[in-house]
């Protein structure tokens, strides 16, 4: 398996922009998760899906964050519009249903000018 | 809530050599998981080691073990004869153990990890 993969790796986008975070998880794992990394707060988890429906969505900072889950084989996190303050590094996950771990894909780094 | 601490922003060791990095986390669960996870530059995020609460013996994965005390709520994880390789981010996380996965985690501040030839 190519493990999770999240598309673009960088993505550098002007305040104001709709900026949307893709993510492919493993095949046949039933959870997905995405978090956010920045130098301030650390790794936050954003929202979780199991069977591609939203579980918890506590962390999402404001209603400007949105995530879908349309199919089991891809989630989008979509930031509108976005804020310099949302620049930070984007990671996604997945698990199996009693995974005893969450699958990294290499994050997306979202720089907003 | 449940807290994860990392006391340590930095460490430094040298090749061949062992080092420990600590982890206190907070918990009113009894049921839990704990988790090293490594975060090289490359940024990709690498599970080093996993514990089951319910577990009393350490958990070890060749040269990586941690030193479990329940009680204490303490977590370490020692690395030893380090390599050029270990140089990294060193998360500690903690999940619980009552969802359906354990990919909801919480995670420390960490800890940069410096090897020195």
């Known amino acids: 398996d190519a493990g999770v993969i999240q598309s673009p790796r960088h993505e550098v986008t002007e305040m104001g922009q709709e900026v949307t975070l893709r993510c492919k998880p493993i095949s046949g794992h039933d959870y997905l998760f995405w978090y956010r990394q920045t130098m301030m707060r650390g790794l936050e988890l954003l929202i979780y899906f199991n069977n591609n429906v939203p579980i918890d969505d506590s962390g999402m900072p404001e209603d400007r964050f949105s995530a879908k889950m349309p199919n089991a084989s891809f989630s989008t996190l979509k930031i509108q519009p976005s804020e310099p303050r949302d620049s930070a590094v984007y990671f996604c996950?997945?698990?199996?249903?009693?995974?005893?771990?969450?699958?990294f894909g290499q994050g997306t780094r979202l720089t907003v000018v | 809530a449940q807290t994860v601490t990392q006391s340590q922003p930095e460490m430094s060791v040298q090749e061949a050599e062992t080092v420990t990095l600590s982890c206190t986390y907070d918990t009113s669960e009894s049921d839990y998981y704990l988790f090293w996870y490594k975060q090289p530059p490359s940024r990709q995020m690498i599970l080093v080691i996993r514990?089951?609460?319910?577990?009393?013996q350490n958990a070890t994965e060749n040269r990586f073990s941690v030193n479990f005390q329940k009680a204490a709520k303490s977590f370490s994880l020692k690395i030893s004869d380090s390599q050029l390789g270990d140089a990294a981010m060193y998360f500690c996380a903690y999940s619980t153990g009552y969802g359906g996965s354990q990919g909801n985690l919480i995670f420390g501040k960490g800890t940069k990890l410096s090897v020195k030839p």
């Open positions: 996950a997945s698990s199996p249903r009693g995974g005893r771990e969450a699958f």
């Open positions: 514990q089951e609460a319910y577990k009393q």
